[in-house]
């Protein structure tokens, strides 16, 4: 089917902020100046910093790192060690501080579209010696797991010819859940620097082949790293939040009815309650337990989700209240509007802002993964998704009770489903 036509929202001031620059060559000062201060920050953190394979190389080369909270950025500048490097970073990212964003040599972008001069920023990074630094889940895991990697970033190697770095962090996630991030744990920290693909490599491999290094790589299992290592979690609020990402009560499937308190997650509707031990367990306090592993839960959810997509039930529709970011220094309040999202037209997003309705559409194939945000801090602390254009980005809180996870996994799944589609129609035409 045809895509739907986009119309702009009708701002009395037009003007969207620049991504499509160059970054600046970040100095040498500055390079000092984070390694200095990301180890101020980490001073009362117990962590590692491991490198594999690393003797010899410099720059430049390419930096893929999971992601699961702020402390990422701060101990990959430990690995890196005064050396210059790039990070590319989210729009929001630049909110009231993009003079801050463009003198450290970040490179602006919005989530999950289509930013043909983020390659080219990319490629400016490497060919004048630097280290590219970014993350390609594009968003903090939910579940401690990986998340979502494109197949893209196996061209992006093979065109630039460096090598390929893979950094991993274990422990951040169970210090700083996205869905509880005001209160941290104390966790042992383990980041691993391993070098997965040499320049040469990049010549001789396949693109798919880059893919599959990349993932194997960059697999992880945060509650592994939890139970492996012999790690205690004993905050008190430690289940506090964990119902955002499990959303639907496995015991009598009602979903959107889960809440959380203390260490417990637990199912408004029916009553079942599951503590979440020290250890990371889940354990039901009473019957039996569903799934003793919080990605477990998750996951199930996952094919839950693409079972209803799969059978054709699947089906958004909500009142949302807006908040768009064309620029830096502020969020408009667009009020309400009404988003809807299905596997035949993607996401829609229609309102009314000064006079005048506005249409934003993302078919599924524009749309790969979907970035959520839990307790918002930038607008107001309650859960959102960001439905981005590549010239704007549209913050929807939802009216429905935690909904914002389903629709991620729902985004992922339809997106696989359509691109597995388009790909067999291909070859049936060759």
Not at 258 to 271: D, K, L, N, V
Not at 315 to 343: I, Q, Y
């Amino acid at each position: 089917m045809e895509h739907i036509k986009n119309i702009d929202v009708n701002y009395k001031n037009n003007k969207r902020y620049k991504t499509a620059k160059y970054p600046i060559r970040q100095p040498l000062y500055l390079a000092g100046l984070i390694r200095l201060l990301s180890g101020i920050l980490l001073m009362n953190k117990k962590k590692k910093v491991e490198k594999i394979n690393m003797e010899g190389l410099k720059p430049p080369y390419m930096i893929l790192s999971n992601h699961m909270s702020f402390i990422d950025f701060e101990l990959t500048a430990l690995g890196t060690n005064m050396k210059r490097v790039n990070n590319v970073v989210n729009i929001d990212g630049y909110y009231r501080r993009p003079w801050l964003l463009t003198w450290i040599g970040a490179i602006c972008t919005r989530k999950f579209t289509t930013d043909m001069h983020l390659v080219k920023s990319i490629r400016k990074v490497l060919q004048r010696g630097d280290i590219l630094c970014m993350y390609p889940e594009a968003r903090y895991s939910p579940a401690g797991i990986t998340s979502y990697l494109p197949d893209s970033l196996g061209m992006l190697v093979k065109m630039n010819k460096v090598p390929v770095v893979a950094v991993v962090h274990r422990g951040n996630h169970l210090h700083t859940p996205a869905w509880n991030f005001n209160n941290k744990r104390k966790v042992p920290l383990h980041t691993t620097m391993t070098q997965i693909i040499t320049a040469e490599e990049t010549k001789t491999l396949s693109a798919d082949d880059i893919n599959r290094r990349i993932k194997e790589e960059l697999s992880y299992d945060e509650y592994k790293y939890q139970k492996d290592n012999g790690i205690l979690i004993t905050e008190p609020y430690r289940a506090e939040g964990l119902h955002k990402i499990l959303y639907k009560c496995p015991c009598c499937k009602t979903e959107s009815k889960m809440a959380s308190e203390g260490a417990e997650i637990f199912c408004r509707e029916c009553g079942k309650r599951w503590t979440l031990l020290e250890n990371g367990d889940l354990k039901a306090n009473e019957g039996v337990t569903e799934f003793c592993r919080v990605p477990d839960w998750f996951e199930w959810e996952r094919y839950e989700v693409r079972a209803e997509v799969e059978r054709g039930e699947y089906s958004f529709v909500d009142k949302v209240d807006v908040h768009s970011m064309p620029r830096c220094w502020n969020f408009e309040a667009l009020g309400e509007a009404t988003l809807t999202h299905n596997a035949n037209e993607g996401f829609v997003l229609r309102g009314h802002y000064n006079g005048k309705d506005y249409l934003i559409a993302r078919a599924p194939l524009q749309t790969n993964s979907l970035h959520v945000e839990y307790n918002f801090p930038h607008i107001k602390p309650f859960d959102c998704v960001d439905i981005s254009t590549e010239n704007d980005s549209f913050y929807c809180y939802p009216t429905k009770e935690n909904v914002v996870t389903k629709l991620a996994l729902a985004t992922e799944e339809i997106y696989k489903i359509k691109l597995k589609a388009a790909r067999e129609k291909c070859m049936r035409k060759d």
